[in-house]
């Protein structure tokens, strides 16, 4: 998969090598390769989440009714 393709291009190609798995008609060898590819598509959408989640602000109103802009911080639960 090329370094340049988008998150939903990746997301799809993830979706196309599930399903090949699920068929269940790959040998062996194909299979691990495909589980392979997938894990390493999947890390590459993992951190274009993350990275994009860095970037996310929230527009907030300030105290004289302005909106002022605020670095996104997740509430971990």
Known sequence: MQETAS????MKKL???AAELEKGELDLDASV?????GMKISKECNEM?????K???M???????????E???QNEE
């Open 7 to 10: 998150f939903e291009e990746k």
């Open 15 to 17: 979706e196309e090598i």
């Open 33 to 37: 390769s495909k589980f392979e590819e």
């Open 49 to 53: 989440l993350e990275k994009a989640e």
């Open 55 to 57: 970037k996310i602000t």
């Open 59 to 69: 527009l907030i109103k300030g105290e004289d009714g302005e909106l002022v802009e």
């Open 71 to 73: 670095n996104f911080v």
